[in-house]
Structure formats: C-alpha cells, structure tokens
C-alpha cells in the first residue's frame, strides 16, 4: 500500500544535539512538507520542497535544515540552533498543484530532555 | 494573501447530536477548501475538499461542508455524532500561487454519552 512514513514516533534530544526525522514517501507525490505543530496553534510550514535536489524555506525554518536528494525522502535535521525544539512534527506529500489535498505521515513528536 | 479562521477552538456535543465547526477564509482568488481530522498524537487525514466544482461537498464518515462565497464560510457539519468523531478537526485553504496549504488553529470536538 502507498503512504508516507515517518521515524521514529518518539525522539528525545538533549540540549545542543543535532537530530534528524526521517519522511519516506512511496506515493510518487513531487512535493513534500514539513509541519510544527504546538498546541492551539495549528500547523506552521518548516520547509518545503516540489522537486528533487530544490528545497524553500517556510515561515519558521530558523534552526532547521533539509535535503531532497531523492523523490521519495524528505529528512528533517533539528539543529541545535533551534532553541524551543520540542513539538509534533508532521511530514506531507502531495501532486504538484495547488488543487491537491496532501497525504500525512503520522508524525513524531521531539522532546529535549 | 490567504488566510483561515475557525471560529470556535472548542466544540462539545452529544452523541447523536449534529455537528457544526465553523470556518471563515480569505483569499484573493478562488481557493481550494480543505477540512483535515486529527486523533490525538496521530497524522491528519482528509475529510474532503472543495475545489470549484459543487458547492456542497460530501466527505467521508458522514461528514459534509458547504462553499458560501457571499459568506467566505466553508463549515463543516455532520448530522448525527458519533463517539469515535471526537477529535481535532483543521479547516485549510489554498490557491493559485501560494506554495503550500494554509491551516486555521484547529476545533477540538469532545462527544459526550
């Protein structure tokens, strides 16, 4: 079955560490997303990207970092630059089009400890 | 620019009661409507979609919405609720140039027995 896929489902990060998320995606969607989520505040866009090797910042994606090297994977480096880094974080793929609707993974949720 | 209100961050009904999450957008163009479920501690899913065709838009379990242009309403209502539809419930717009979707706040639902 096509989905999305994200690893692991629970992190833990100690202060000043690096960590990267892991998106897998077996859709053939072109795009990919990366979403924050706190409490009472929605989604907020980390970064995105609609093609392989080209990626945009969104609207909160101080502290980040990522990579598109191949259609299927979107990884998420959490740096230590990222000073409130404990949230949900959800990855998305979609058709390239803004008509499209987009297909979730399940999240992982990042606690600094 | 784009932009999504839900009106109401907390909703409480019956089981067996209808359901009605409210939500207002702007857009300079035509946008695409999206409402998105989430369980807790868990990706979202697609309710359904609006993207210029009918008006009134069927979704799954039960749920539907109505595109109000006079209005720039697109609530979501569901006539009889179900335990199992408690949940966090994301109103979405889209359009023409914008890069990725935008998401309103979020409506927790709580059903009560």
């Given amino acids: 079955d096509g989905g999305i896929t994200q690893s692991p489902k629970y992190l833990f990060r100690k202060e000043g560490q690096n960590v990267t998320l892991s998106c897998e995606q077996n859709l053939n969607h072109d795009a990919m997303y990366w979403y924050r989520q706190d409490p009472g505040q929605g989604l907020r866009l980390i970064y995105y990207s609609q093609i392989v090797n080209d990626f945009q910042k969104g609207d909160i994606a101080e502290g980040y970092s990522v990579s598109r090297e191949k259609k299927e994977s979107f990884p998420l480096t959490v740096t230590s630059a990222q000073k409130n880094p404990t949230a949900f974080y959800l990855c998305a793929s979609s058709f390239q089009g803004w008509e499209y609707g987009y297909t979730f993974g399940s999240g992982t949720r990042l606690t600094v400890v | ?113």
């Avoid at chain 2, 839900?6 to 409402?35: A, I, K, M």
């Avoid at chain 2, 479920?37 to 697609?46: A, D, Y």
């Avoid at chain 2, 065709?53 to 569901?78: M, P, Q, R």
Wanted: hydrophobic share 35%; aromatic share 10%.
């Fill in chain 2, 1 to 113: 620019a784009q932009s999504v209100t839900q009106l109401d961050s907390h909703v409480s009904v019956s089981e067996g009661t209808p359901v009605l999450l409210r939500c207002n957008y702007s857009s300079s163009y035509s946008p695409s409507l999206f409402w998105y479920v989430q369980h807790p501690n868990k990706g979202l899913q697609l309710l359904l979609k609006y993207t210029s065709a009918a008006t009134l838009v069927k979704g799954i379990n039960g749920f539907e919405a109505e595109f109000k242009k006079s209005e720039t309403s697109f609530h979501l209502t569901k006539p009889s609720a179900h335990m199992s539809d408690a949940a966090e419930y994301f109103c979405v717009v889209s359009g023409p140039g914008r890069r990725a979707l935008t998401f309103g706040s979020g409506t927790r639902l709580q059903v009560q027995p």
